[in-house]
Nanobody, 128 residues
Framework: QLELVESGGGLVQPGGSLKLSCTAS????????IGWFRQAPGKEREGVSC????????EYSDSVKGRFTISRDKAENTVYLQMNSLQPEDAAVYYC?????????????????????WGQGTQVTVSS
């Protein structure tokens, strides 16, 4: 069974940084596209960033472009989301999701419905 586990969330002051991890067990991430999504209370889940299978491409939402960086460590079977210059509007539960065989993106990340495997989420709080 495919399992994704997120970690690295926490409380950070505005302007601070966090690095989220999405680690897979039961399968190798290499040929999976990975998406990071977030959901704040009362809001829909939104795409933040994604990396395609075999790392052909990455995409970011406009709200995080230039501040967040997605990367993959094949040896660790983990995808990271480095988040810098965090702001209160970045606070949310962050989820990673995986889908096999998505090698290219069309200017944006695939939608929530395109990903079949999800982690349980990790809370990010940005507050002074």
């Amino acid at each position: 069974q495919l399992e994704l586990v997120e970690s690295g969330g926490g409380l950070v002051q505005p302007g601070g940084s966090l690095k989220l991890s999405c680690t897979a067990s039961g399968f190798t991430l290499d040929y999976y596209a990975i998406g990071w999504f977030r959901q704040a209370p009362g809001k829909e889940r939104e795409g933040v960033s994604c990396i395609s299978a075999s790392d052909h491409s990455t995409e970011y939402s406009d709200s995080v472009k230039g501040r967040f960086t997605i990367s993959r460590d094949k040896a660790e079977n983990t995808v990271y989301l480095q988040m810098n210059s965090l702001q209160p509007e970045d606070a949310a539960v962050y989820y990673c999701a995986a889908e096999y065989g998505i090698f290219t993106f069309h200017a944006t990340c695939p939608s929530v419905h395109s990903f079949g495997s999800w982690g349980q989420g990790t809370q990010v709080t940005v507050s002074s």
